[in-house]
């Protein structure tokens, strides 16, 4: 089974916005979101600053355990 938290904790580590965009793709892919949604997130990454990418690597990975996401 996926673990996306361990996406998150990486996606944290990270020092550049570029790095936590590559980890993010990487999580997105491995995720079994549908393919709409894939897209629509690998989208969305390419124009958030990093704490915004922080904060929605959490979310997408509550999203993937079935956990609701309030914004």
Do not use: P
């Not at 996606?11 to 995720?31: L, P, Y």
């Not at 629509?40 to 999203?63: E, F, G, P």
């Amino acid at each position: 089974m996926i673990n996306l938290n361990d996406y998150v904790e990486r996606i944290w580590q990270c020092e550049t916005e570029d790095e936590k965009r590559v980890v993010f793709a990487e999580m997105v892919n491995a995720s079994h979101a549908t393919k709409a949604k894939k897209l629509q997130t690998l989208r969305a990454i390419q124009s958030l600053n990093a704490q915004k990418l922080d904060s929605l690597a959490v979310n997408y990975a509550m999203a993937g355990e079935g956990l609701r996401v309030l914004k």
